[in-house]
């Protein structure tokens, strides 16, 4: 009989995924873009249903927002068929793509036959529409008393949500405010989970920090522990047969409170077929119970764990130090008409990240594809920064780049101005709106340049943007190592790598 059940489970993950394959084939990939759609593999449909935790339950409630093909709901079906056989599960699957209505129909009728044809029972309620108007609506979902559900598993839709979006808004008066599509889905999940429930999803590790998703990360927090979490070492494996690239989190959390800090265990693997490395961490660890920002630290391994607390033991923070960060204030549309190509007369330079090279600051570029100058006027004066040593941080680096921070120092000695503009693509370190320190201007750019501070932002941040909370939330070295730092840096000359590096272990055992 179990050998008979097995069997037909697995048959129906199958067909499942002939279905999957198919309709991604068949889809616009325009469409597919901005719906922000990403089918889930049979593999990583396994392994995400794999994580729950099954309680010896009569009925089990399963949700299933922007369902797809319904890779996720029938990989669940079939393991709850198979170690749950008298349990009865009610499905509930949504669904926006029209163009997808019938295969997602397919293949809840597959899973209601299979379960019927050995001794189990499944309904399932197709909703064919938006999640967020039905999860949000304040008519009949929301008022009249419902029962909520036991598991929620998701592989969400990524994408941007405008302030004035209708999804942003709904979310925000429901629980939230949140900045992407897929933290919306998350949120709502979390909303319409029973205590005690489960949340299984495959989404962006992007959440896990940064400002814009603060306020979802308080609001999950609060509300769940999490309990497994899952990194793959390789971003090409996860989704294998599409081109996304994004570097992906697979976890299951519980409806819990923010007093629940059992531990959790983390693993990770280059693909689903791969062996498992696995350990459990303190939820402190991953959690800190103290962090404003609400930050989730995701260490793969042990070698992450001493990463994460080497930083931490650094002496120093930026108020300590006395130095602040900004985004850089000129936004080039918003000030178009005071933009300059080249140097003029009552023009100041103006700094982009095509500027930076080699720890310094290179202006101007004759012909570049952006502006190197902003006229100084009262209208523009409150833009710049007084003449003075800073150092500039590109905010955006892609993937294929080979380090994730890339810092550089203005130098007014190799740059006569009275100001300087920064555009809004770049950080700028600064004194209280002043420049730094020369030395340790020069030793903090060294510093930003370092392999060990490179490996903790690409290990811990997630995304590729480098953010000015996210610098704002690092440990430093002291102000005397800094200034040691930029002594020992010969002016003129940008440092191999091993030779910078060389010189952050130097000072910062020296004095530690």
């Known amino acids: 009989m179990a050998t008979a059940v097995a069997a037909a489970t697995s048959a129906l993950v199958s067909r499942t995924e002939e279905r999957r394959l198919a309709s991604s084939d068949a889809l616009d990939t325009k469409e597919r873009g901005k719906l922000g759609q990403f089918f889930t593999p049979a593999p990583a449909a396994d392994f995400i249903s794999a994580l729950a935790t099954l309680p010896d339950a009569h009925e089990l409630r399963v949700l299933d927002p922007g369902a797809g093909a319904g890779s996720l709901t029938a990989s669940l079906v079939a393991r709850i068929v ?44 197709l909703i064919q529409g938006d999640f967020i108007a039905w999860a949000g609506e304040p008519g009949e979902m929301l008022e009249q008393q419902r029962e909520l559900f036991d598991i929620v598993i998701m592989n969400p839709p990524y994408k941007k949500l405008a302030a004035s979006s209708r999804e942003r808004k709904i979310v925000g008066s429901v629980c939230t405010e949140t900045s992407n599509l897929y933290t919306a889905f998350m949120a709502l999940g979390v909303h319409l ?24 990360r308080q609001y999950f927090l609060n509300r769940m522990h999490l309990d497994r979490v899952h990194i793959f070492e390789a971003r090409n494996k996860v989704f294998a047969d599409t081109s996304v690239l994004q570097e992906n989190v697979i976890f299951s959390a519980t409806r819990s409170d923010a007093t629940d800090r059992r531990p959790v265990t983390v693993s990770t693997s280059i693909s689903y077929s791969d062996d498992l490395r696995q350990r459990t961490v303190p939820y402190v660890e991953m959690v800190h119970p103290d962090d404003h920002e609400f930050f989730i630290h995701i260490s793969a391994d042990e070698e992450d764990t001493e990463l994460a607390a080497r930083l931490a033991s650094l002496p120093a923070s930026m108020p300590s130090l006395g130095l602040q960060v900004s985004t850089g204030r000129v936004v080039d549309f918003r000030s178009k008409e005071h933009l300059r190509p080249d140097e003029v007369e009552g023009a100041v330079p103006l700094i982009y990240p095509l500027h930076m090279r080699e720890g310094a600051i ?79 201007a020069r030793g903090l750019c060294l510093w930003l340049n370092s392999t060990l ?47 910078i590096d060389d010189l952050i272990e130097q000072y910062l055992q020296a004095s530690a």
């Open 82 to 125: 198979r170690e749950r056989p008298g349990t009865r599960i009610h499905v509930t699957a949504c669904e926006i793509d029209p163009n997808l209505h019938a295969t997602l129909a397919a293949t809840l009728e597959d899973c209601v036959k299979t379960a019927q044809s050995h001794g189990a029972h499944v309904e399932v309620d």
């Open 193 to 216: 989970l029973a205590p005690g429930g489960q949340l299984l999803a495959i989404t962006p590790r992007s959440f896990a920090n940064g400002p814009y998703f603060k306020p979802f």
């Open 362 to 440: 290179h202006w101007p570029v004759p012909g570049a594809k952006k502006n190197n100058a902003i006229m100084l006027t009262d209208a523009t004066r409150k833009l710049t920064f007084p003449s003075g040593h800073y150092v500039v941080v590109k905010r955006l680096s892609s993937k294929e780049e080979k380090r994730r921070v890339i810092a550089a120092v203005f130098d007014p000695e190799e740059i006569p101005c009275t100001n300087i503009g920064f555009e809004n693509h770049v950080n700028v370190f600064h004194c209280s709106g002043s420049g730094l320190p020369k030395q340790i």
């Open 453 to 499: 501070l490179d490996q903790f932002i690409r290990r811990f941040n997630g995304h590729t943007q480098v953010n000015a909370t996210d610098l704002r939330n690092l440990r430093y070295p002291s102000l005397e190592q800094l200034e040691a730092l930029g002594q020992a840096w010969p002016q003129g000359v940008w440092l191999a790598q091993q030779k």
